[in-house]
């Protein structure tokens, strides 16, 4: 009598079930090292192009986002400076919020019945 006959059959179907299961494992969301360097690398360029565009200094930038991988930043940045002298592009600085006084329209509210606006009492 043979030892284990359906251990036997069954070993290389069990075999086959396991490599189809880890070669879907990016589709679980499971990054591999090099697909996380190279989405960390981009994400850093994108951030340094970003900086340049809004007339920001690597520093700043590095100042900003801690995070990020300077060594890409710094390629990004440097990227989009050359890109932006060869085309002749002027940065656009960001502008800071404007903050103003509440008006007195601002707090006036409509009534139920009239449709007229009354001032709140504060």
Same mark, same amino acid.
């Given at each position: 009598? #043979?030892?284990?006959?359906?251990? $036997? $059959?069954? /070993?290389?179907?069990? &075999?086959? /079930?396991? &490599? &189809? @299961? &880890? /070669? @879907?494992?990016?589709?679980? @969301?499971?990054?591999?090292?090099?697909?996380? %360097?190279? $989405?960390?690398? +981009?994400d850093g360029k994108a951030i340094g192009a970003a900086c340049r565009h809004a007339a920001r200094s690597v520093e700043m930038c590095f100042e900003i986002n801690k995070r990020a991988d300077r060594? +890409?930043?710094?390629? @990004?940045? $440097?990227?989009? =400076?050359?890109?932006?002298?060869? =085309?002749?592009?002027? %940065?656009?600085?960001?502008?800071?919020?404007?903050?103003?006084?509440?008006?007195?329209?601002?707090?006036?509210?409509?009534?139920?019945?009239?449709? #007229? +606006?009354?001032? #709140? /009492? =504060?």
């Open positions: 009598m #043979k030892p284990y006959p359906l251990l $036997r $059959r069954a /070993a290389p179907l069990l &075999l086959a /079930a396991t &490599l &189809l @299961g &880890l /070669a @879907g494992c990016d589709q679980l @969301g499971i990054e591999s090292p090099a697909a996380e %360097a190279a $989405r960390r690398e +981009a060594p +890409a930043m710094f390629a @990004g940045w $440097r990227e989009m =400076n050359d890109y932006m002298r060869e =085309n002749s592009i002027e %940065a656009m600085p960001a502008v800071p919020p404007v903050v103003t006084a509440a008006d007195d329209s601002a707090e006036e509210a409509p009534t139920a019945k009239g449709g #007229k +606006a009354t001032k #709140k /009492a =504060n």
